[in-house]
């Protein structure tokens, strides 16, 4: 039989100073408990001259010495009395949790789901926090609650939590979404893992289990976008139908331009386009990361334009001046891609945003960080990530020319 861990608890009482001798600071007293520790204020402010550190008091120069002094002892008392209550309700007793019960008194420790909520209210907090991590958070909770509902968990608390709940979690995860990738699951995981993390900083866990829990590792994609070669067939190719070749132009414009299919959609002329020093630009917001991009518009960009009037294609179909959704048009692009012997599979609304990147990076040798700002990536490790191997093709090739 394994035996019990026997916790023993220290108090520390230190003066946290502010500034200068002449600076009042705050007494502070340091829990630890097994090597684990944590501070409670008591609130009490002196200067440093008038403390004590030998017997850890205040001196007795200060005539309120015997005041202070005695609030000091009541805290010692009160915060025995909570550790010794604690190891007779709870096991695994911790600092922080000596501390909190002693801020705020005997709380039971909240549900998985609860914490899901502290978390989501945290994050709420921090400032620049994009919307649409904001959102992915109150998803994964939505999903969180699901699992919980369908294994009639919804009770359970954060204590209860172990690494074997974390390991169903991520395979009903993985079965739930079929058509997720590793690495939206491992967000998930993550996200859940961040909610114990924040339970263990409140002093309700000893410990995270998931920190030991391996998540599967997703192998990135190798960037497919159209070679030179590839993208000059398509701008000679001439369908013979009129959709076809608006669909051929749609793509084509987000060749020129990195526009996603979401921005292409939006896109107007006479509102997204400026002119600065005889050179046009467009300037749109991407919904995804709410970033703000700036993109030239290049000559081939114009003339697609001026083909259509002045305006991206529209599908024409009961008089909506609106490109095709995104389900018809990623369908007329496969049949593009048939008729010019590429591969169906190969040319995606997100493939010419794709090509743009290459092309910038590889062709016309813009930097890593403009192209970043050009396609409204919010952090330029994204775009780093992504197209590094393109960037190193486009060295190999420069090489080639030299050797």
């Known amino acids: 039989m394994k035996s019990k861990k026997i916790e023993k608890m220290q108090l520390l009482f230190w003066l946290r100073k502010a500034g200068g001798a002449s600076v009042k600071s705050i007494i502070t007293c340091r829990i630890t408990i097994n090597g684990n520790r944590t501070e409670v204020s008591t609130g009490i402010k002196i200067c440093p001259a008038y403390w004590d550190k030998l017997r850890q008091q205040v001196s007795k120069k200060l005539k309120e010495a015997d005041q202070y002094n005695q609030q000091q002892q009541v805290m010692s008392s009160e915060l025995l009395r909570?550790?010794?209550e604690l190891r007779i309700k709870e096991e695994n007793i911790t600092a922080r949790r000596v501390g909190m019960v002693y801020r705020k008194g005997f709380q039971k420790p909240p549900t998985l789901l609860n914490a899901y909520d502290d978390l989501i209210e945290l994050k709420q907090k921090v400032e620049g926090l994009e919307p649409v991590s904001l959102?992915?958070?109150?998803?994964?909770?939505g999903l969180l609650q699901k699992y919980l509902s369908e294994h009639k968990l919804l009770s359970l608390g954060v204590q209860e939590m172990t690494i074997q709940?974390?390991?169903?979690?991520?395979s009903w995860y993985m079965d739930f979404q079929t058509h997720t990738s590793l690495v939206t699951a491992r967000l998930f995981?993550?996200?859940i893992r961040a909610a114990l993390r924040l339970a263990v900083e409140n002093g309700?866990?000893?410990?995270n289990p998931l920190i030991q829990l391996s998540l599967p590792k997703a192998k990135r994609k190798k960037i497919d976008a159209l070679s030179v070669a590839e993208l000059q067939r398509l701008e000679a190719f001439q369908p013979a139908s009129v959709p076809l070749q608006k669909v051929r132009d749609l793509f084509l414009f987000q060749c020129y331009t990195g526009l996603s299919y979401e921005t292409l959609?939006?896109?107007d002329q006479q509102q997204y386009i400026f002119e600065r020093d005889d050179i046009q630009f467009i300037r749109m917001t991407r919904s995804k990361t709410d970033r703000d991009f700036v993109v030239p518009l290049s000559l081939k960009a114009k003339v697609i334009l001026d083909r259509w009037g002045g305006q991206l294609p529209a599908s024409g179909h009961f008089r909506v001046k609106k490109i095709y959704c995104n389900q018809v048009y990623n369908k007329k692009l496969k049949q593009v891609a048939v008729q010019l012997g590429i591969a169906p599979d190969?040319?995606?609304?997100?493939?010419?945003?794709?090509?743009?990147?290459t092309h910038m990076v590889n062709q016309k040798k813009i930097s890593m960080e403009a192209v970043a700002?050009?396609?409204?990536?919010?952090?330029?490790?994204?775009?780093q990530s992504h197209y590094a191997e393109v960037m190193l093709e486009g060295v190999i090739d420069e090489m080639r020319k030299v050797l």
């Open 189 to 191: 995981i993550g996200s």
């Open 135 to 141: 959102k992915r958070y109150h998803t994964f909770k």
């Open 82 to 84: 909570v550790f010794t």
């Open 265 to 267: 959609a939006r896109f």
């Open 165 to 170: 709940e974390g390991r169903k979690m991520l």
């Open 346 to 357: 190969r040319l995606t609304s997100h493939m010419g945003r794709r090509t743009f990147a």
């Open 204 to 207: 309700y866990m000893a410990s």
């Open 373 to 383: 700002k050009m396609l409204g990536h919010s952090d330029t490790r994204i775009t």
